[in-house]
């Protein structure tokens, strides 16, 4: 029985380091991410805030900084950007969850051409739309970190809503 037990605790720590052990994705080296920037309409005076706006705290076991904060920051920002169009309130809650749910975030990540700067580690090839998402959020509480609330709305009406 005890050969067993000692079998199974193998098995079960091989199963859960395969997953450790898959490729990371790293940002591309023809990342630019002035160009970036400058394609998104912000001139970012915190250096690598952007770079950090496209990590995800998968990157590297999370011993990089990565994009968490400035997610939370940026998903408080575009719903209250969202709030402000001025709608009544009963058909506020829908417009604020129909502009910042996964999927419409994950397809603005894909229109704004970021995906060459993003460094995370899933698994599988395809990077998951919640991890674009975040990303979305956090490229949105980077610029207002770095420019305040006025160029956060601003890039908000402009890329996101």
């Known amino acids: ?15 859960h380091c395969g997953r450790t052990l898959q490729d990371k994705k ?5 990342f630019n991410a002035e160009a970036v920037s400058q394609q998104l309409g912000v001139s970012f005076k915190t250096p690598n805030i952007l770079q950090r706006a496209l990590t ?21 920002v575009l719903q209250l ?5 001025g709608l009544t309130s009963s058909s506020l809650q829908d ?11 994950a397809k603005k990540f894909d229109g704004l051409n ?5 460094q995370y580690h899933v698994p599988g090839p395809n990077m ?5 998402a975040t990303a979305v959020n956090a490229v949105v509480g ?20």
């Open 1 to 15: 029985m005890r050969a067993f037990t000692q079998t199974i605790g193998v098995a079960r720590r091989s199963f």
């Open 26 to 30: 790293a940002a591309s080296p023809s």
């Open 56 to 76: 995800h705290k998968s990157y590297e076991h999370g011993s990089v900084p990565s994009n968490e904060r400035l997610a939370y920051l940026g998903a408080r």
């Open 81 to 85: 950007s969202a709030c402000e169009s």
């Open 95 to 105: 417009h604020v969850q129909e502009h910042t749910n996964l999927d419409r975030l």
């Open 114 to 118: 970021l995906a060459d700067g993003m």
């Open 128 to 132: 998951p739309p919640k991890i674009k």
């Open 142 to 161: 980077a610029v207002y970190h770095d420019q305040g609330y006025a160029a956060a709305q601003e890039f908000v009406k402009k890329h996101v809503l």
